[in-house]
T-cell receptor, first 110, second 110 residues
Framework: DGGITQSPKYLFRKEGQNVTLSCEQNLNHDAMYWYRQDPGQGLRLIYY???????QKGDIAEGYSVSREKKESFPLTVTSAQKNPTAFYLC?????????FGPGTRLLVL | EDQVTQSPEALRLQEGESSSLNCSYT??????LFWYRQDPGKGPEFLFT???AGEEKEKERLKATLTKKESFLHITAPKPEDSATYLCAGKVSGYSTLTFGKGTMLLVSP
């Protein structure tokens, strides 16, 4: 089955802790994206990568970091510098014009 | 600044009551207008891409249309299973990223 997987489905962060969200795709797509979704808000772009070992900041990159060491994987780290991390995080990939999304990870703060 | 605005924010329909959702955009050099469906707690599911004014695409009870300033998602004789949030997004020429609207939450009652 081709698709995008995100794990975990739920993630809890303690004060001052860094946490990493996983995103894997087996669609052979070059580009991958991370979005944040808050209630009543549209999707906001955090980071994106169009090719391995290269990535660009989106509209709300502060407090987040990414890596793209493999084509299939684009993990997102939510650092302690992100003061309001509670949100639904969505990963997407594209091989052309259309972006396809994973199932999402909900991050909650303890 | 490129913007995508969706209306209404929420819409409640009776089963079988047809209606339309609106997506207006103020992006220059639009290279694609995308519609997605999102169920609660899940990632967006791709529905349609429209590229030029006058273009129409259909899928079951949904039809998407595009003019020079806006797109409509027409829902004909909706069923309760059509209840979801519908997102639209624009892609600007020269960029690989999408600008999303905040979505329209549709509830279809039996």
């Amino acid at each position: 089955d081709g698709g995008i997987t995100q794990s975990p489905k739920y993630l809890f962060r303690k004060e001052g802790q860094n946490v990493t969200l996983s995103c894997e795709q087996n669609l052979n797509h070059d580009a991958m994206y991370w979005y944040r979704q808050d209630p009543g808000q549209g999707l906001r772009l955090i980071y994106y990568s169009q090719i391995v070992n290269d990535f660009q900041k989106g509209d709300i990159a502060e407090g987040y970091s990414v890596s793209r060491e493999k084509k299939e994987s684009f993990p997102l780290t939510v650092t302690s510098a992100q003061k309001n991390p509670t949100a639904f995080y969505l990963c997407a990939s594209s091989g052309g014009e259309t972006q396809y999304f994973g199932p999402g990870t909900r991050l909650l703060v303890l | 600044e490129d913007q995508v605005t969706q209306s209404p924010e929420a819409l409640r329909l009776q089963e079988g009551e047809s209606s339309s959702l609106n997506c207006s955009y103020t992006v220059s050099g639009l290279r694609g207008l995308f519609w997605y469906r999102q169920d609660p707690g899940k990632g967006p599911e791709f529905l349609f891409t429209l590229y030029s004014a006058g273009e129409e695409k259909e899928k079951e009870r949904l039809k998407a249309t595009l003019t020079k300033k806006e797109s409509f998602l027409h829902i004909t004789a909706p069923k309760p299973e059509d209840s979801a949030t519908y997102l639209c997004a624009g892609k600007v020429s020269g960029y690989s990223t999408l600008t999303f609207g905040k979505g329209t939450m549709l509830l279809v009652s039996p």
